[in-house]
């Protein structure tokens, strides 16, 4: 699975941008997908992660502003990122696991994005 993000730049506080990550190769039905960012300087953390449909896993930061969600016809999934805040400035990363199971753990998945730069500005 090789997995492609577009959607990253710039936008003031308050703004919203849409992250999306593609993938090729086998499809992404039945696999756990998941958003991780990191910022300079620190390490690399989980933001939101959908297992099936339905399901989905957020960051406390994120929670109410961002919104995972996947297209297993397009082989692409999705974060909604809405009321942007300075602190959100990161790499943002999506990554896929083999397994249905969604964990918070970067460790626990095996393919990832090239990243995609958020930076919002006051």
């Known amino acids: 699975v090789q997995l492609v993000e577009s959607g990253g730049g710039e936008v003031q506080a308050g703004g919203s941008l849409r992250l999306s990550c593609a993938g090729s190769?086998?499809?992404?039905?039945?696999?756990?997908l998941a958003w991780f960012r990191q910022a300079p300087g620190r390490e690399r953390e989980f933001v939101a992660a959908?297992?099936?449909?339905?399901?989905?896993y957020y960051e406390d930061s994120v929670k109410d502003r961002f919104t995972i969600s996947r297209d297993n016809a397009k082989n692409t999934f999705y974060l909604q990122m809405n009321s942007l805040r300075p602190d959100d400035t990161a790499v943002y990363y999506c990554?896929?696991?083999?397994?249905?199971?969604?964990?918070?753990?970067?460790?626990?998945?095996?393919?990832w994005g090239q990243g995609a730069q958020v930076t919002v500005s006051l």
């Open positions: 990554a896929a696991r083999i397994s249905a199971a969604a964990y918070r753990i970067a460790q626990e998945y095996e393919y």
């Open positions: 190769g086998p499809s992404f039905g039945g696999k756990a």
């Open positions: 959908i297992a099936g449909v339905f399901t989905t």
